[in-house]
């Protein structure tokens, strides 16, 4: 079966660094996406990687590993807003999405 | 960026009624449209894939009747809930992948659509 595995929850400091991992096994690849969301509103993109490496964008940063089916995602200098839902999603073979559960981010001043 | 507009953003309904969701993407051309629903505290499960011109593909367990999905044109797909009922009450979300030169496979999301079946 396909399966995308992130932490439920996770607690950091407004100002301090923290890194969502992301694992998956699927039938296939065809890119690993990071989206952001707040409670009750759509997943906005934050990041895509389709080759092994890390991706820099602002304070936001992803990393893929295609041979160990890992991925995470970096937020520094945490702000307020940041508390979110991240979720991580992989493009299978046939470009369907498959989605992990989202990770909760709380992020305490 | 690319932006895909989803409308209504927010509806209530009778349950028996029909509702119907647009999702159009406002400056670029989507072959593909993916429709979503998220349940509370839940990640979103894909419903279905909408390729223009053709009949949608339904992911297992999501009634095609019920469900109905029409992708006219590159720019336009729509979700209509037939006959709906109080446990459809849900967030929809449809998102859009762009046909374009060295096209990375990034989707564009709507804003999703709350529907509210009393």
């Known amino acids: 079966g396909q399966n995308i595995d992130q932490p439920t929850e996770m607690t950091a400091t407004e100002g301090a660094i923290v890194q969502i991992n992301c694992t998956y096994q699927?039938?296939?690849?065809?890119?690993l996406f990071w989206y952001q969301q707040h409670a009750g509103e759509a997943p906005t993109f934050l990041s895509y990687?389709?080759l092994d490496g890390l991706e820099e964008k602002g304070r936001f940063s992803s990393f893929l590993s295609r041979s160990k089916g890992y991925s995470y995602l970096l937020l520094k200098e945490l702000q307020m807003k940041d508390s979110a839902s991240y979720l991580c999603?992989?493009?299978?073979?046939?470009?369907?999405?498959?989605w992990g559960a989202g990770t909760k981010l709380i992020i305490k001043p | 960026g690319a932006v895909v507009s989803q409308h209504p953003s927010r509806v209530i309904c009778k349950s028996g009624t029909s509702v119907k969701i647009e999702c159009r993407s406002l400056d670029f051309q989507a072959t593909t449209m993916f429709w979503y629903r998220q349940f509370p505290k839940k990640s979103l499960m894909l419903m279905a894939t909408?390729?223009?011109?053709?009949?949608?593909?339904?992911e297992q367990g999501v009634e095609k009747d019920k469900f109905l999905i029409n992708h006219a044109s590159l720019t336009l797909s729509t979700l209509t809930v037939t006959s709906a009922h109080p446990e459809d009450s849900s967030f929809y979300i449809c998102?859009?992948?762009?046909?374009?030169?060295?096209?990375?496979?990034?989707?564009?999301f709507g804003e999703g659509s709350r529907l509210t079946v009393l």
């Open positions: 909408s390729n223009e011109g053709s009949k949608a593909t339904y």
């Open positions: 998102s859009a992948r762009a046909i374009a030169a060295g096209d990375t496979g990034e989707l564009f």
């Open positions: 999603a992989v493009m299978d073979s046939n470009y369907q999405l498959i």
């Open positions: 699927t039938s296939g690849f065809n890119g």
């Open positions: 990687n389709v």
